[in-house]
């Protein structure tokens, strides 16, 4: 895997283009990656509703328990699936529609300087150790091509929108995050 900087693309990932994602504002540049979890629908890992949402593209035959998420527009950078596989749905260079009402150290609108990576999951249900591995590599690339990126810098979604969201999730091992990437995440479940 590599950032290719000039497309802001995941060599080695699947692109899918998401409409849901817009040009970052004029100056601002990447210093945050934000750590998701999703399942859709929720605790169930086949099939392919979270893309399909992304994509905007979840009418069709969703599952009735979906049905207060249609016309919702939202995205990710980057979906790991429990398999290892990686999807990414917008290029780094663009904003994508993650992280929603969010704050990182005073700066709000954490969308327009934040990377959003999704793992497919829930809070209660641990994680797989391919996403795990895909995490490690792909924080250390983006750290790499970013360098505003810093170890103290990457957070739960919890972290930036605390008391409206809990992904990643207390099934979420931050020591196994801690540990891969070479001991660069502090006591907070930051890299």
């Known amino acids: 895997m590599k950032v290719e900087r000039r497309t802001g693309r995941l060599r080695g990932a699947v692109y899918r283009p998401s409409p849901f994602c817009d040009r970052r504002p004029l100056g601002i540049d990447l210093s945050l990656l934000v750590i998701h979890g999703i399942s859709l629908p929720a605790g169930q890992f086949t099939g392919n509703w979270v893309e399909r949402l992304f994509l905007g593209r979840l009418v069709t035959g969703a599952p009735s328990e979906l049905a207060d998420l249609e016309g919702v527009?939202?995205?990710?950078?980057?979906?790991?699936?429990?398999?290892?596989?990686?999807?990414?749905?917008?290029?780094?260079?663009?904003?994508?529609?993650?992280?929603g009402v969010s704050e990182f150290q005073g700066r709000t609108q954490c969308n327009d300087f934040s990377i959003g990576v999704e793992l497919e999951g829930t809070d209660t249900v641990p994680y797989t150790a391919l996403q795990y591995e895909r995490l490690v590599t792909i924080s250390r690339l983006l750290m790499h091509a970013y360098p505003a990126i810093t170890p103290d810098r990457i957070v739960g979604h919890c972290d930036i929108a605390p008391g409206r969201k809990t992904d990643p999730g207390e099934s979420f091992d931050w020591q196994r995050l801690r540990d891969g990437s070479g001991s660069l995440i502090g006591s907070a479940g930051q890299l």
């Open 73 to 99: 527009r939202v995205s990710a950078h980057l979906f790991i699936r429990r398999c290892g596989k990686v999807i990414q749905f917008v290029s780094f260079r663009h904003r994508a529609w993650h992280a």
